[in-house]
C-alpha cells in the first residue's frame, strides 16, 4: 500500500525515488543542488524553496533543470543525477514533479530578472529555518536520496 501525505484538503504526494516518467504527465523539474560545502541552494519568490519549475515545449527534463537553476539562481550545474518522482495526486488527478541533484559548476552575479528575490546556500542542519515544509515526510525522503547520491552525511 502506497502511504501518501496528505498535504491538502484534495491534495497528497508520494515520493516513489527512482521512478521513471515515461508517458506519465509530469508538470515540474525540480533540483537539489549543492556547493562544494554540500549547502544546499534555495531560492525565495514568495517562501524559501529548492529552484525548479515547469518544463517549456520540446525541452528535455534535464534542460529543463538547467533552465530553471540559471532562470531563478544565476548558476550553472554540472553532474546532474535523476533522483526520482513526487506523485502529486490532486482533485482526483495524478501526475509527477521530477527531482533532480546536482553540483554547482559556477555562481554568477545574482540578476534578479523572474520571480525569485533571494538565492542563498544553507547547510541542511538549517533548512528548516528557510523551507518550513522541509520536515515533511516526502521532502525529507528527497533530502535523503540527494544526500546519498553525493554521500552527505
Known amino acids: 500500500m502506497k502511504d501518501y501525505e496528505q498535504i491538502g484538503e484534495n491534495c497528497k504526494i508520494l515520493w516513489r525515488e527512482g521512478f521513471e516518467v515515461t508517458s506519465e504527465k509530469y508538470t515540474q523539474v525540480s533540483g537539489y543542488i549543492f556547493n562544494d560545502n554540500n549547502e544546499l541552494l534555495t531560492v525565495k519568490s514568495e517562501a524559501w524553496t529548492i529552484p525548479g519549475g515547469h518544463p517549456e515545449p520540446n525541452e528535455t527534463k534535464e534542460e529543463t533543470l538547467v533552465r530553471e537553476v540559471m532562470e531563478e539562481a544565476c548558476i550553472t550545474i554540472k553532474d546532474i543525477k535523476y533522483l526520482g518522482a513526487v506523485e502529486v495526486v490532486e482533485n482526483g488527478e495524478t501526475y509527477y514533479q521530477l ?40 521532502f525529507s525522503s528527497q533530502i535523503e536520496s540527494a544526500k546519498k547520491v553525493w554521500d552527505i552525511k
Open 99 to 138: 527531482r533532480y541533484t546536482a553540483k554547482v559548476d559556477e555562481v554568477l552575479p545574482f540578476n534578479q530578472e523572474w520571480e525569485v528575490s533571494e538565492r542563498a546556500f544553507v547547510s541542511l542542519d538549517k533548512l528548516q529555518d528557510y523551507i518550513k515544509w522541509s520536515k515533511g515526510i516526502a
